[in-house]
């Protein structure tokens, strides 16, 4: 199905191809598959099925589906896995930058400034 | 439930002691004292934890962190790992009904599985230290611990590994798919999946709703006096339709950006608002034409505003998707707000100068 040899990310091309009103077609995750030894922990910690079991190595499956949450790339016993974990809070983002520090590596998520995120909802919530 | 924060107290690791080197494990330093619970979930639980949505002193809902015992469970028992925010606890102990287990929760400071993960509390290296400081290698004779999925972006199972010499096993993302999951510890591909369906939406707009409620009153009861009822109305609307109509009508507004749902949704609030400033009789035409432009500028950007915030609180955007959205709408939500903003100002001067 794939190229195993290369670095694959964002195959699918998932509904809304031309990125019309989405700004979720693309994110950081990537994959290299010719590493995986097939122990299939990213498909154990992904709560988007973006890894799929497969015959020798996990199979990229909708990588667009990817909300960027690191939990593939951090229990990657091979470092087949490589993503910018980070959450996709556009309060804390905002907050960020309007406090002049970098959207980026800002995190202000569940902080005791009653932030959108660190809702008290058990398992939907996240930051 | 209402254990502050007193952690460590029979227990000297603290979050900047050397991990590797855990001082509870020396001969003189007493190992942290092993709790009782059970899964019954009292009225004082239910009241906990409907504070705990309302966003009632956010940081307060804790368990006081440790080793737990679940039933009578024995050395051979399972261990599960949770975090001290009532909430996952008692999600996790309700739903291990009858099974003798070990339940360690881990120092979250009050927050939730997934959330701590993201941040990284619930992570590799409270889990260790947690398993040092209980002496847990000493308590069971197995070396495996059951941690909830959502843990995962905080845990790295290699790491944990190494340096506790225990195998961390995902449990499934809900604790109510344990018992199902327990039986031959293989999760199926939903017990794996996170959704995001209408209670767990709903559930979280009481909180969304909360933050915004003091200022919406100064702005609604200034607009009274201002612009009169109808713009007052408004504004409550605005904020009601960012905060809990868009969470609770997400899936079914067209368009993938939060921005352009958003949007879409103002326009719809906004329409009744607008059509009343336009025929307005007591005005000129210009200043009805104004007053329902303002409207239709307004209210849009602010719902598209609360729309975009709600990204940190669903379960399936990516940084790298909200950081595309801000840089796209942000500088349109503004510019519309900022004229309607004008356009409202000059109204108010035309009509206290007597133009109008």
């Known amino acids: 199905m794939f190229n195993s040899g290369k670095v694959q990310q964002n195959p699918d091309g998932k509904k809304n191809p031309s990125g019309f009103f ?3 077609t693309e994110t950081s995750l990537k994959y290299h598959p010719e590493r995986c030894i097939n122990c299939k922990r990213c498909t154990q910690v992904c709560p988007h099925a973006v890894f799929a079991e497969g015959k020798d190595h996990a199979e990229f499956v909708q ?31 905002i907050g960020a930058a309007l406090r002049g520090k ?26 | ?54 966003g009632w002193k956010r940081e307060s ?28 606890f008692d999600a996790l102990r309700s739903a291990l009904s009858g099974i003798d287990a070990w339940i360690l929760v881990l120092d979250t400071k009050g927050i939730n599985v997934w959330c701590a993960a993201g941040k990284g509390t619930f992570g590799t290296e409270e889990l260790v230290r947690r398993i040092e400081c209980t002496g847990l290698s000493g308590i069971v004779r197995h070396r495996k611990i059951i941690v909830p999925q959502l843990g995962a972006p905080g845990i790295s199972w290699p790491e944990v590994m190494r340096r506790a010499k225990f195998l961390v096993e995902y449990g499934p993302v809900r ?32 909180v969304e709703f909360v933050h915004t409620a003091l200022p919406m009153v100064i702005i609604a009861v200034l607009l009274w006096f201002l612009a009169g009822p109808v713009a007052a109305l408004a504004t409550v609307t605005a904020v009601l339709a960012g905060t809990v109509l868009f969470p609770a009508l997400l899936p079914y507004i067209p368009t993938q950006d939060f921005s352009t749902k958003g949007l879409i949704l103002g326009l719809i609030v906004a329409f009744p608002f607008t059509y009343s400033f336009s025929i307005n009789p007591i005005l000129p035409v210009w200043a009805n034409v104004a007053g329902a432009a303002a409207a239709l500028l ?8 609360f729309a975009l915030n709600f990204t940190g609180c669903t379960t399936f955007t990516s940084r790298t998707g909200v950081k595309k959205e801000i840089f796209r709408y942000i500088p349109l939500m503004a510019l519309m707000a900022g004229t309607g903003v004008f356009i409202g100002i000059t109204l108010g001067i035309s009509r206290l100068i007597g133009v109008i």
């Open chain 1, 22 to 24: 989405d700004s979720y």
């Open chain 2, 298 to 305: 307004i209210i849009p950007a602010v719902v598209a505003y």
């Open chain 1, 63 to 93: 990588p667009s589906s990817c909300m960027e949450c690191g939990a593939c790339a951090l229990n990657c016993p091979v470092q087949a896995i490589e993503v910018q974990s980070g959450v996709g809070c556009a309060w804390a983002m």
């Open chain 2, 61 to 88: 809902h804790r368990v006081e962190p440790g080793l737990y015992r679940l039933g009578s469970p024995d050395p051979d028992s399972l261990v599960f790992a949770s975090a001290n925010y009532t909430l996952s």
């Open chain 2, 175 to 206: 604790a109510k798919d344990l018992p199902d999951y327990l039986r031959t510890h293989k999760a199926t591909r939903a017990m794996r999946q996170v959704e995001f369906p209408l209670k767990e939406r709903l559930v979280l707009t009481p």
């Open chain 1, 102 to 127: 970098d959207m980026d590596t800002e995190c202000s998520c569940g902080g005791e400034d009653g932030s959108c995120c660190g809702t008290p909802e058990e398992p939907s919530s996240c930051c």
């Open chain 2, 1 to 54: 439930m209402d254990k502050k924060e007193n952690t460590e107290s029979s227990c000297p690791c603290t979050p900047d002691s050397q991990t590797h080197s855990c001082s509870c494990l020396t001969d003189t330093s007493p190992l942290s004292e092993i709790r009782t619970t059970d899964s019954t979930i009292t009225f004082a639980n239910r009241l906990d934890h409907f504070l705990a949505r309302g």
